[in-house]
C-alpha cells in the first residue's frame, strides 16, 4: 500500500506571491493533518480535515488555509507569502479520527520564500 | 494548553549500546496518547512507539521501549543495541482523545550513533 505522497518536494517562492502544496492520504484514510516545521518553532500543527470538513485550526493567520475533497487528497495554500514562511510542510494521515488511530506521515514539502 | 518538554537537545551513544531518551508533558487530560517518532534525514517522521494513558503497562517494540511515569508527567524513551541506522531526530507527542489529530510536539533530540 502506497504511503503518503506529497508533492511537490521542493518549491522556491518569492515573498507576495501564493503556494499550493498537495497531499495524498494513503489509501482509505480519511483523516489528513497538516504541520509545519521550522528550526526556530519546531513542529507545529496548521489543520485536519476528515470527510471534507475542517475539524481543527492552529494557531496561525488567515493566509494559511486548506480543504480537502473526496477522494480524501488535500491541499494546503499560503498567500501573500513571506520570509518566515520558509519552512517544512508535513502532511499525514490516519484511519480515523480517535487517539487510537496512528498518523502517518509523508515526506513532507520544504518550500523556501526568497 | 498541552506542553511537551525535551531537555536534551543531542545526544550520542555507542553502537550496541542502550540510550534513553527523555521527554516530561504537562496537561490536564486524563485521557491521552504519547508518541515517539523518529526523523532521519529523509525527513519522514517514523512512528517509533506509542502508550495509552490509560494503560499502566510499558509500551515495547523490539529494541524500544518507555518508561511512562503518568503521575510524573514523564515519557522516556529506551533504545536497546542501537544501531546505525538509529540516528536521527527523535521526537516526543502527546495527542488528547477528543477524536482529533492534533500532536503536540517536543523540541526534539539530535541521536547520533558512534560506530
Known amino acids: 500500500k502506497a504511503g503518503v505522497t506529497q508533492t511537490p518536494r521542493y518549491l522556491i517562492k518569492t515573498r507576495g506571491q501564493q503556494v499550493t502544496l498537495s497531499c495524498s492520504p494513503i489509501?482509505?484514510?480519511?483523516?489528513v493533518s497538516w504541520y509545519q516545521q521550522t528550526p526556530g518553532q519546531g513542529l507545529q500543527f496548521l489543520f485536519e480535515y476528515f470527510s471534507e470538513t475542517q475539524r481543527n485550526k492552529g494557531n496561525f493567520p488567515g493566509r494559511f488555509s486548506g480543504r480537502q475533497f473526496s477522494n480524501s487528497r488535500s491541499e494546503m495554500n499560503v498567500s501573500t507569502l513571506e520570509l518566515g514562511d520558509s519552512a517544512l510542510y508535513l502532511c499525514a494521515s490516519s484511519l480515523g479520527q480517535g487517539g487510537n488511530s496512528p498518523l502517518h506521515f509523508g515526506n513532507g514539502t520544504r518550500l523556501t520564500v526568497t | 494548553a498541552q506542553t511537551v518538554t525535551q531537555s536534551q537537545p543531542e545526544m550520542s551513544v555507542q553502537e550496541a549500546e542502550t540510550v534513553t531518551l527523555s521527554c516530561t508533558y504537562d496537561?490536564?487530560?486524563?485521557?491521552?496518547?504519547l508518541f515517539w517518532y523518529k526523523q532521519p534525514p529523509s525527513r519522514q517522521m517514523i512512528l517509533v512507539i506509542r502508550?495509552?494513558?490509560?494503560?499502566?503497562q510499558n509500551a515495547t517494540e523490539n529494541r524500544f521501549s518507555v518508561n511512562f511515569q503518568k503521575a510524573a508527567k514523564s515519557f522516556s524513551l529506551k533504545i536497546s543495541d542501537s544501531q546505525l541506522g538509529d540516528a536521527a531526530m527523535y521526537f516526543c507527542a502527546y495527542r488528547g482523545d477528543q477524536g482529533a489529530q492534533k500532536l503536540v510536539f517536543g523540541q526534539g533530540t539530535r541521536l547520533t550513533i558512534n560506530p
Open positions: 489509501s482509505g484514510h480519511r483523516s
Open positions: 496537561t490536564s487530560e486524563s485521557d491521552y496518547y
Open positions: 502508550q495509552e494513558a490509560y494503560k499502566q
